[in-house]
């Protein structure tokens, strides 16, 4: 909104409209801003969806017993690959 009022200012400084309370100046936003804008909107919808999605998929992997051992055969996967694959993760920093 300030970024409005600022360029409403220098459109009226450029016209010599300073002093002039009653004037309003209104900008319209054109096809191609507003589809931008609505586009942004869903793809900010979608990856909430998605994200919630996540959320809802890992609680389930944690609270039922059959997905639990089945993540955490997965993570020790994983951590065995990254440890191959990544010799700096091999290095103890607390001794």
């Not at 309370?21 to 931008?36: G, K, R």
């Not at 990856?47 to 959320?55: E, H, K, P, Q, S």
């Amino acid at each position: 909104m300030k970024r409005k009022s600022l360029e409403t200012e220098r459109i009226k400084a450029q016209h010599g409209l300073e002093d002039s309370t009653d004037i309003i100046i209104v900008e319209h936003s054109n096809t191609l801003s507003v589809m931008i804008q609505a586009a942004g909107q869903i793809v900010r919808f979608l990856a909430a969806t998605i994200f919630v999605g996540f959320c809802l998929l890992g609680l389930a992997s944690v609270c039922f017993p059959g997905p639990r051992k089945e993540m955490v055969e997965i993570g020790i996967a994983l951590i065995t690959q990254l440890r191959e694959y990544l010799p700096f993760l091999n290095v103890n920093f607390w001794r």
